[in-house]
């Protein structure tokens, strides 16, 4: 490319007995100085390409590697990596009572946590509006993508029943970090184990048996994938936190494994066109099945471990 690096020319300009009595040293900017002084204009070299300044086609998303099982103390665990973009989840799940608003069913809680450890672009204290999105955002997808069943968390219709808290805490922050939770939590939820749980007719206390444990029942695979709008007009798959900052437009859809549209989420920026959208819709449905044999593979490989 032609900001690989910084070189150096010497130009003769006057010459006698082969000797150069003077020259003119002339420095072209190396790649790096040009990515800091007009980071858009050294992205645009790339993508008038067709290709990014990581290497990757525009349709491209970066390696992703998932473990299971991570955090031992938890009912269920799971660690993304989405190339830098790490995430890892942690499931517990406690007894408590039904909300009056649905007596038979239990309830979900996440919690995204983008903590200053993983990028200086976070602040230590209370949630940020970004984690506060993501959270949200990720509450979204477990409602209307019927991940889990609720009712099948009910113990004790009106008395007792589970709830599942999800933390999901970002380790390292290189863009497109919704597209990792969805990854993390999904995971996590096909690792949960849930204890088996009686009540005791004569204390009406609830008795739980650590021994014997159970799967929760997925109902849906919904995965997501994210993308970027540059000038308005180019679209790119899987953004990292810089190519976040240079777009235009975010947009991020989520589909499960019948292609069915679960979540669209563009939290503001510029219009997208719908031969734009539809393309957007295509590309999730491809990546929802990459990523839910990559999910089956690692769980398969762990249940023969075991």
Not at 127 to 134: F, N, V
Request: hydrophobic share 35%; with cysteine; glycine share 6%.
């Amino acid at each position: 490319h032609k900001y690989s690096s910084e070189i150096v020319f010497t130009v003769p300009l006057l010459k006698t007995n082969s000797q150069y009595l003077c020259s003119l040293v002339l420095f072209l900017p190396s790649s790096n100085t040009f990515r800091t002084a007009e980071p858009l204009e050294y992205h645009r070299s790339f993508l008038k390409e067709n290709c990014r300044p990581d290497g990757r086609e525009l349709s491209e998303f970066r390696t992703t590697t998932l473990n299971i099982g991570s955090i031992s103390t938890a009912d269920g665990s799971a660690l993304v990596k989405l190339g830098n973009t790490t995430v890892i989840c942690g499931i517990k799940a406690e007894l408590a009572n039904p909300t009056v608003e649905a007596p038979g069913k239990g309830y979900i809680v996440p919690n995204v946590d983008l903590p200053p450890l993983c990028s200086s672009r976070f602040r230590p204290g209370p949630p940020g509006e970004q984690a506060q999105a993501a959270s949200q955002f990720i509450a979204d997808v477990i409602e209307s993508s019927d991940l889990i069943q609720t009712e099948d968390l009910c113990i004790d219709r009106g008395k007792l029943c589970w709830v599942l808290y999800c933390d999901l805490m970002c380790l390292d922050y290189d863009g497109n970090v919704l597209d990792a939770c969805i990854i993390a939590l999904l995971a996590a939820l096909k690792n949960t184990q849930l204890p088996e749980v009686t009540v005791n007719a004569e204390t009406s206390t609830p008795e739980v048996n650590l021994e014997k444990r159970r799967g929760l029942q997925i109902q849906r695979h919904p995965v997501g994938a994210s993308f970027c709008v540059f000038d308005d007009s180019i679209l790119i798959v899987d953004p990292t936190s810089e190519e976040e900052s240079l777009a235009t437009a975010q947009l991020t859809v989520v589909t499960d494994e019948e292609d069915r549209l679960c979540t669209v989420h563009k939290p503001g920026g510029t219009s997208l066109s719908g031969e734009k959208l539809q393309e957007c819709i295509s590309r999730a449905a491809t990546r929802q099945k990459e990523i839910q044999k990559l999910i089956d593979k690692v769980l398969l490989s762990v249940k023969t471990a075991q």
